[in-house]
């Protein structure tokens, strides 16, 4: 799954082959428009058919990402709904184990499109969302803000990490405390999150805006986006993906 | 080529100006050093040459005038004033964009516009320059400080500004890492580019500085030229709460056992001790960030953790107070302790301390700690006018104290200090150390993990130095 070098950057007399090579992978307009496409197929009326498809592709790209956690986690959640959602009722029936099961029906579409949305984010670096957005023509302040926000998901889960961890100390974190003071506990982890990630976002924008980041230039990539075979391999699915769900005969519709 | 003329600037909703009567001069190719005690104004100055003062704190007050390299600052948007300086704030690793160096580097030169191959060309070069100092490969949030502060400046000169504005650039560093920042900022200079420093440290810019400027209240109280510079005592630096040299400070080793301890002895040797570790290993991400055969902590002490990124320093404070799960035993006072135990049992004092404060009042925050001398301590740390105020409107200082008053009311038996002295000038380095004085003497076996050699040398009895367990590998960009 490897989109070609460029190349003047592919000869093997250049030093440093490894990092100023074009990254590889899928483009990210790709990935955009494969989210795009899980996402509408397996929220149509009759989504569910698309489920193990999308789970299949999901799984791939976690392999071809090497990301074994996530390989191997969304096919146990997966077969965890499945169970939960369609073999438990038939076993135990119940009020509670019928509206677990209405539940997990639709939790494992998003279990599935979450697969694939995980795979953009986690390979696509914030400059190169920008830049495959503007190939798109996308209006600056979209990409800016998108780039941007794509940047900031670690920073906000680092400093929720950090915050739960000073509650943990303080004792403050139990189970516990959540059920008896729900309002407070929240407030309590909220409060500090918000203002140490805004403390961070300061620092952040203000590099960012002094390096050009929004500036009224025409911004170049270091690597313009370019289509590869994989690309090529993966957009007619992402049509018949789409073509599927909405042309399909829906029974209930 | 930068011309600062009777500049006055207030913060929005401050009492006071940070800036009074401001006027200084910068001749091109000049490295020029601006320094002063905490609150002296060096970072409101230096944030006025590169423009974030005005045009980022809406509703501040500026009058006089600023102008860089023939912009005047408070009609140019901000983005013109980056195109010709090049700014590093004070922590490195907050204010990248990208995750790898190639493509920090290429970020500023994207944004502007550089056609494609003239980045490649540039962030080629540069890149070659970096590889011999650090792991090119690594995920920037992965370097050590040092190294972080390399990129960053390499990534604010890149698409090759005339004028370098940094912002306490040796304040996270060990003296090592001080002195490759010395070697970068003198080849800097030596093509020609205007450097203006703010900092508080000063005995390393001493061969590189042509004037160094000490700011009192917003102003500036006392200019050095160069040789005037040399000439200057510690005592002189001390007055006006500043540090002066970075020495390497040693420190008697804590015998230990493992493959994470720099100079290890054989387990059997090692002492008993009030917190007592055996056997702990903890992998993360496949690979062993930590390996401690066997080590003990002396109750009503220092130890200093020192060691490079990626040697456990962190791993090995959230062992310790039960956040990280590990093999191995943890035993305080001969007792063995679970996770849950050890959180009980122990506090850290967060870089960010703003983290961890999590009520209304700085009284609210002392109730919620326990314990029945909430007064006393409030007195004994200075912060007893200040009870009803808002924890998140204190400042840093104050808002680290009241950190220490919980912790010291709480009675935890183990305390981490993780890296607290980072941007502080003399006088409170001082307060800190005595604070960490003061957990010890309470009873608490105490850890501070810091890179601040001032600080070792005041605060820490003895060492524990750990390095990487395992070879740290050239990993993928991302995890």
Known sequence: ?253 | MIRVEKVTWTYPHAAAPSLRDLSLRVRPGELVVLCGASGSGKSTALRLLNGLVPHFHDDGVLVGAVTVDGIVTAGAELDELGLVTGSVLQHPRRQFFADTVAEELAFAMENFGVPPERIRARVEEEVGRLAAHLPIGQSLQRLSGGQQQQVAIAAATAHGPRILLLDEPSSNLSADAVDRLVATLRALKERGVTIVVAEHRLRYLGGLADRVLVLRDGAVAVEWDAAAFRAVRDEELAREGLRGAVRPVELPALPAAGASVARPVPAAEVPGGALELEGIRCRLGGRVVLDLERVAFPVGSVTAIRGVNGAGKTTLARVVTGLQRGTGRVRLDGRTLGLRARQRASAIVMQDVQRQLFTESVAAEIDLAGGDRGSDVLAELDLDALAERHPLALSGGQQQRLVVAAVRLAGRRVVVFDEPSSGVDRRHLRSISDQIRHVAADGAVVLLVSHDEDLLALAADRELRLVPAEPVRPDRSRG
């Open chain 1, 1 to 253: 799954m490897s989109a070609p070098a460029s190349p003047e950057l592919a000869s093997p007399s250049r030093a440093l082959p490894v990092v100023l090579a074009r990254e590889r992978g899928l483009d990210p307009r790709t990935k955009i428009l494969l989210v795009v496409a899980c996402s509408i197929a397996v929220m149509s009326p009759q989504g569910s058919r698309f489920v193990p498809f999308v789970l299949l592709l999901a799984v791939g790209l976690a392999v071809a990402e090497r990301a074994w956690r996530r390989a191997i986690g969304l096919p146990l959640a997966a077969l965890a709904m499945w169970v939960l959602g369609w073999l438990l009722p038939g076993w135990w029936p119940n009020p509670v184990t019928a509206i677990l099961s209405i539940a997990c029906v639709y939790l494992i579409r998003f279990v599935a499109a979450i697969g694939v949305g995980a795979h953009l984010i986690a390979t696509t670096s914030p400059t190169r969302l920008a830049a495959a957005l503007r190939a798109w023509r996308i209006p600056r302040p979209v990409s800016v803000t998108l780039a941007v926000m794509l940047r900031f998901f670690p920073v906000v889960a680092a400093e929720a990490a950090a915050v739960l961890d000073a509650m943990r100390l303080r004792g403050l974190a139990g189970a516990g405390g959540l059920v008896r003071h729900p309002v407070l506990s929240v407030e309590r982890f909220t409060v500090p999150m918000i203002a140490a990630s805004l403390r961070a976002s300061e620092d952040l924008s203000a590099s960012a805006i002094l390096r050009g980041l929004g500036s009224r230039r025409v911004p170049t990539a270091m690597h313009p986006p370019r289509f590869g075979v994989a690309d090529l391999v993966l957009v007619p699915v992402v049509a018949a993906l789409v073509a599927g769900a909405l042309l399909l005969p829906a029974p209930l519709a």
